[in-house]
């Protein structure tokens, strides 16, 4: 018996055009039902919030340092705690920079005003499909980054220099 009969028929049964048009109209009804149970699925909002203790750094003038208090909330952009200032770890006046120009003369900085500080923040986090993210920002959690802190006394743009750990 062979597959395809003279007159175009599967099996003598079914014509190849109208089979061929059955499978794409049951291929096609596949993918859209999977493309809905999968829009439907809220499985991707799921999300593992966990406490992540971080070390953070800037370069600031004394003004702003006197106003970074350990126990302060750390604010998302809807006014929302999203983790907490923990103890400054280091404050120490910034070294003078010295420049060279073009013709070797030596350009010296005064930098008195200015200070190097690192704190801890312990930060409301999430992590999805393995990555950690902080909430404050929703941008990934790595060293090196840039993480602005809002609190109701300060604005600052900072940089993780260490990520120590899960919160206790």
Known sequence: MKIIDG???????????????????????FF?????????????????LSNIRCIVGLTTQKYLV??????????????????????????????VKVYSSKDGEKIFFDMDNMVEVEFEVELTCYRRNRVLYASVD?????????????????????????ILGYAR
């Open 32 to 48: 859209s039902a999977r493309w809905i149970m999968v829009a439907e699925d809220p499985s991707w909002v799921r999300v593992e």
């Open 66 to 95: 006197n106003n970074i208090r350990k126990g302060d909330d750390i604010l998302d952009s809807e006014g929302k705690s999203a983790g907490k200032i923990g103890k400054i770890l280091e404050n120490k006046p910034c070294a």
């Open 138 to 162: 929703s941008m990934p959690l790595k060293i090196g980054r840039t993480l602005y802190i809002n609190t109701e006394n300060i604005t600052c743009r900072t940089i993780i220099l260490k």
């Open 7 to 29: 007159e175009g028929r599967v099996f003598g049964k079914i014509n190849v055009i109208d089979l061929s048009v059955i499978l794409i109209i049951a291929a096609c009804a």
